[in-house]
């Protein structure tokens, strides 16, 4: 093996260089897991002249295929009933029950019985074995731990033997042998490449810092600082194979990758068709003919991609320093030189330790730390992808891991407090910019301040130029609480065209904040306001950073010192009346409440008026729609007491009565049912009116201008 890559979506790329002579075969060894994915991307290249005429492997027919060719008919797990129905009719004798019995297997049941003969009281299942002899006799004899069943039949031991031990081989048979035949001249390189599923390799880093000399006042807000950052990638090697001296690069993307059973001989389904039977005749009839057009098309087979054709690109991998290997995996010797020390800096960093075992400050911590490792890594993009390539060949032996240096370089750092409302503890953070040229990985980090532990956290991807807050604990020191909250909303615009009041406001929303220091020096406290859409930011100073989710807004706090953040945000919101919907009650609370000028009630109170008429002759006409109502129901109860009167004695005087009321009531009908019309005549032409006064009024006016 001579080169690994390693990809974040957890598969591997593995190129394997040999020489062959002639005609010659080159056997690979792998696992039944590794060989779908070999099968799905080898790629074999023959680099002078030569060919490659093929590639085999050890094939086996799918174990519940074999079980299916035997006798029994038992699958892979089955359990003491299957096994006896499988051997129903077979001879056995059977011993451990009394006297020694031979017989034919005819069936196996289950039986609870009670305990004590008390059916309420179930004792545990037991297992009966029906036989029957030769000569007819049938006997159930209980299955016990002491009963012997012993097959007579060889043949059927035979076939549960031949069973058992497919069982076993499908247990014991993992490795498969993938063969190449490679076919010419003379002595030739070969090159053979395949995914296989890996571990997903992780990144870890440190941040180096030495601290600053004490400062105050403004002086010591907005400094920015270069740290030391330090990255490692965790491999893990499962792949079943030594990793000797190879060249490794770890990738960060995540190609389209998925798993096909191709090593696995795959059985279509046939349909069974039946014996065709001779039938017999009888009287039929015929439709008549019918020329049917059929859609004939080849049926589309969906083609899988191989992942052979992914470039790798070029480069070679980077090494593992002694110093990080030690106790995890095996370094060339070479490498092991530098186990402590960078070349060409160990007078220098020998200094330094001596410095630092003198509790001198001549040498930083973080020029110490910075040349402890010196990692050999160069990178490279390609597609959507950004590669850690290490130029030293790797030495991991089969599940072995290596924490592997893969960047040392220097960060653009800002050491802040982050606060936020939703997080109500103020974090300790760096504000970092990578200023390399490198992208970095996402993965946890680790902060080392002065040579001490200052706390942990989780980075994204962050590419070349890009800035981003990481927090790592805890700031006790500094305290941030809201003081003073607003909200508010102000009519700030009122028009009115096409019978359609219009208002537009203005809502503003203000928080103060204050930010107590309690530190003994300068701190920078970032304070995140939460984003929401459809409002603008109306603050002074604007913030130091926005993202798509917050405000970032820098406070430069003294030490023991509270200064007060103003935040104000602004939205504008509109509101639409229907004049001809809204009552006049509904749109005078609006504007009152909008401050609306005398000016613009004076043009709206035609309007009302119009309404006002409108809603009077409404309360006219329902009055008179309800009494010739009454006067119906009325007239209803006078007939149907004429219609019982019939063939009474009173018939003849109460019915010239109930014949004059209702002679009266027909005339005041009458009369209601004309002023009921006009009304109506009088409603249509207010309405009519109150549109056009609708449709015709038109105003524009700022409130409070």
Same mark, same amino acid.
């Given at each position: 093996?001579?080169?690994?890559?390693?990809?974040?979506?957890? $598969?591997? =790329?593995?190129?394997?260089?040999?020489?062959?002579?002639?005609?010659?075969?080159?056997?690979?060894?792998?696992?039944?897991?590794?060989?779908?994915?070999?099968?799905?991307?080898?790629?074999?290249?023959?680099?002078?002249?030569?060919?490659?005429?093929?590639?085999?492997?050890?094939?086996?027919?799918?174990?519940?295929?074999?079980?299916?060719?035997?006798?029994?008919?038992?699958? +892979?797990?089955?359990?003491?009933?299957?096994?006896?129905?499988s051997?129903?009719?077979?001879?056995?004798?059977?011993?451990g029950?009394?006297?020694?019995?031979?017989g034919?297997?005819?069936a196996?049941?289950?039986?609870?019985?009670?305990?004590?003969?008390?059916?309420?009281k179930?004792?545990?299942?037991?297992?009966?074995?029906?036989?029957?002899?030769?000569?007819?006799?049938?006997?159930?004899?209980?299955?016990?731990?002491?009963?012997?069943?012993?097959? *007579?039949?060889?043949?059927?031991?035979?076939?549960?033997?031949?069973?058992l031990?497919?069982?076993?081989?499908?247990?014991? +048979?993992?490795?498969?042998?993938?063969?190449?035949?490679?076919?010419?001249t003379?002595?030739?390189?070969?090159?053979?490449?395949?995914?296989?599923?890996?571990?997903?390799?992780?990144?870890?880093?440190?941040?180096?810092?030495?601290?600053?000399?004490?400062?105050?006042?403004?002086?010591?807000?907005?400094?920015?600082?270069?740290a030391?950052?330090?990255?490692?990638?965790?491999?893990?090697?499962?792949?079943?194979?030594?990793?000797?001296?190879?060249?490794?690069?770890?990738?960060?993307?995540?190609?389209?990758?998925?798993?096909?059973?191709?090593?696995q001989?795959?059985?279509?389904r046939?349909?069974?068709?039946?014996?065709?039977?001779?039938?017999?005749?009888?009287?039929?009839?015929?439709?008549?003919?019918?020329?049917?057009?059929?859609?004939?098309?080849?049926?589309? $087979?969906?083609?899988?991609?191989?992942?052979?054709?992914?470039?790798m690109?070029?480069?070679?991998?980077?090494?593992?320093?002694?110093?990080?290997?030690?106790?995890?995996?095996?370094?060339?010797?070479?490498?092991?030189?530098?186990?402590?020390?960078?070349?060409?800096q160990?007078?220098?960093?020998?200094?330094?330790?001596d410095?630092?075992?003198n509790?001198?400050?001549?040498?930083?911590?973080?020029?110490?730390?910075?040349?402890s490792?010196?990692?050999?890594?160069?990178?490279?993009?390609?597609?959507?992808? =950004?590669?850690?390539?290490?130029?030293d060949?790797?030495?991991i032996?089969?599940?072995?891991?290596?924490?592997?240096?893969?960047?040392?370089?220097?960060?653009?750092?800002?050491?802040?407090?982050?606060?936020?409302?939703s997080?109500?503890?103020?974090?300790?953070?760096?504000?970092?910019?990578?200023?390399s040229?490198?992208?970095?990985?996402?993965?946890?980090?680790?902060?080392?301040?002065?040579?001490?532990?200052?706390?942990e956290?989780?980075?994204?991807?962050?590419?070349?130029?890009?800035?981003?807050?990481?927090?790592y604990?805890?700031?006790?020191?500094?305290?941030?609480?809201?003081?003073?909250?607003?909200?508010?909303?102000?009519?700030?615009?009122?028009?009115?065209?096409k019978?359609?009041?219009?208002?537009?406001?203005?809502?503003?929303?203000?928080v103060?904040?204050l930010?107590h220091?309690a530190?003994?020096?300068?701190?920078?406290?970032?304070?995140?306001?939460?984003?929401?859409?459809?409002?603008?930011?109306?603050?002074?100073?604007?913030?130091?950073?926005?993202?798509?989710?917050?405000?970032?807004?820098?406070?430069?706090? /003294?030490p023991?010192e509270?200064?007060? *953040?103003?935040?104000?945000?602004?939205?504008?919101?509109?509101?639409?009346?229907?004049?001809?919907?809204?009552?006049?009650?509904?749109?005078?609370?609006?504007?009152?409440?909008?401050?609306?000028?005398?000016?613009?009630?004076?043009?709206?109170?035609?309007?009302?008026?119009?309404?006002?008429?409108?809603?009077?002759?409404?309360?006219?006409?329902?009055?008179?729609?309800?009494?010739?109502?009454?006067?119906?129901?009325?007239?209803?109860?006078?007939?149907?007491?004429?219609?019982?009167?019939?063939?009474?004695?009173? +018939?003849?005087?109460?019915?010239?009565?109930?014949?004059?009321?209702?002679?009266?009531?027909?005339?005041?009908?009458?009369?209601?049912?004309?002023d009921?019309?006009?009304?109506?005549?009088?409603?249509?032409? /207010?309405?009519?009116?109150?549109?056009?006064?609708?449709?015709?009024?038109?105003?524009? +006016?700022?409130?409070?201008?």
């Amino acid at each position: 093996m001579t080169h690994v890559s390693l990809y974040k979506n957890g $598969v591997g =790329f593995f190129e394997h260089a040999g020489r062959v002579t002639g005609d010659e075969a080159v056997t690979i060894d792998l696992t039944s897991s590794q060989l779908n994915d070999v099968l799905q991307s080898l790629t074999a290249v023959d680099l002078n002249g030569g060919r490659i005429a093929g590639a085999s492997y050890n094939s086996t027919t799918p174990l519940d295929q074999q079980l299916r060719a035997l006798p029994l008919s038992l699958g +892979e797990e089955p359990t003491q009933q299957d096994l006896y129905n499988s051997l129903r009719g077979a001879r056995v004798e059977v011993t451990g029950s009394g006297a020694v019995f031979t017989g034919r297997i005819l069936a196996l049941e289950s039986r609870t019985l009670p305990v004590g003969g008390d059916d309420s009281k179930p004792g545990p299942e037991r297992r009966f074995l029906t036989l029957v002899a030769d000569t007819g006799t049938t006997r159930t004899l209980e299955l016990t731990a002491a009963t012997n069943v012993q097959l *007579l039949d060889t043949t059927l031991r035979g076939d549960l033997n031949t069973y058992l031990e497919l069982l076993d081989r499908n247990r014991t +048979e993992g490795v498969r042998h993938l063969t190449l035949t490679a076919r010419g001249t003379g002595t030739r390189d070969l090159r053979v490449s395949f995914l296989s599923e890996v571990p997903v390799w992780k990144s870890t880093y440190r941040i180096l810092f030495t601290d600053r000399p004490a400062t105050t006042g403004a002086a010591a807000s907005n400094k920015t600082e270069t740290a030391t950052l330090q990255g490692f990638s965790v491999v893990d090697n499962t792949t079943g194979e030594d990793w000797k001296n190879v060249r490794l690069s770890l990738i960060a993307g995540s190609p389209q990758s998925f798993l096909q059973p191709l090593a696995q001989p795959i059985y279509a389904r046939r349909p069974e068709i039946p014996i065709a039977q001779d039938a017999q005749l009888a009287p039929q009839t015929h439709a008549s003919g019918v020329d049917m057009l059929k859609e004939d098309g080849a049926p589309q $087979v969906a083609g899988v991609a191989g992942m052979a054709g992914v470039s790798m690109g070029s480069g070679s991998g980077a090494g593992i320093a002694g110093g990080v290997m030690g106790g995890i995996g095996t370094a060339p010797r070479a490498m092991q030189s530098q186990q402590v020390f960078g070349r060409g800096q160990n007078a220098q960093v020998g200094m330094a330790v001596d410095a630092l075992s003198n509790n001198s400050s001549m040498i930083p911590y973080e020029t110490v730390a910075a040349g402890s490792i010196a990692p050999n890594t160069t990178t490279a993009a390609f597609d959507d992808f =950004f590669a850690y390539n290490l130029t030293d060949p790797v030495t991991i032996p089969r599940n072995g891991s290596a924490l592997v240096p893969i960047l040392q370089t220097q960060v653009q750092s800002e050491r802040v407090t982050l606060w936020s409302p939703s997080q109500s503890m103020p974090l300790r953070a760096l504000w970092i910019t990578n200023s390399s040229d490198l992208t970095l990985d996402r993965g946890s980090f680790s902060i080392v301040e002065n040579g001490a532990f200052g706390g942990e956290g989780l980075l994204d991807t962050i590419h070349p130029g890009e800035k981003r807050l990481l927090s790592y604990a805890a700031d006790q020191a500094v305290h941030v609480a809201v003081d003073h909250r607003n909200d508010s909303r102000r009519v700030t615009t009122i028009s009115a065209s096409k019978g359609v009041l219009r208002a537009t406001s203005a809502e503003v929303a203000e928080v103060e904040y204050l930010v107590h220091n309690a530190a003994p020096e300068t701190r920078t406290v970032i304070v995140e306001q939460p984003r929401r859409g459809g409002w603008t930011l109306d603050s002074e100073p604007p913030p130091a950073e926005t993202t798509a989710t917050a405000y970032r807004f820098r406070v430069a706090t /003294a030490p023991k010192e509270t200064v007060r *953040l103003h935040i104000g945000e602004r939205h504008t919101f509109y509101q639409n009346f229907r004049l001809v919907d809204s009552s006049e009650q509904q749109l005078s609370l609006f504007l009152h409440n909008a401050n609306a000028s005398a000016a613009m009630m004076q043009q709206l109170e035609p309007v009302f008026a119009a309404k006002r008429a409108v809603a009077a002759l409404d309360g006219q006409i329902g009055d008179k729609q309800n009494a010739i109502n009454q006067l119906v129901d009325d007239q209803k109860r006078l007939r149907d007491n004429l219609g019982a009167l019939k063939g009474s004695a009173e +018939e003849r005087s109460l019915a010239k009565r109930y014949t004059a009321e209702l002679n009266t009531q027909e005339d005041t009908l009458a009369t209601l049912r004309h002023d009921l019309a006009a009304l109506q005549q009088q409603r249509q032409a /207010a309405e009519a009116d109150l549109n056009n006064k609708i449709e015709t009024l038109s105003l524009d +006016e700022k409130i409070g201008s």
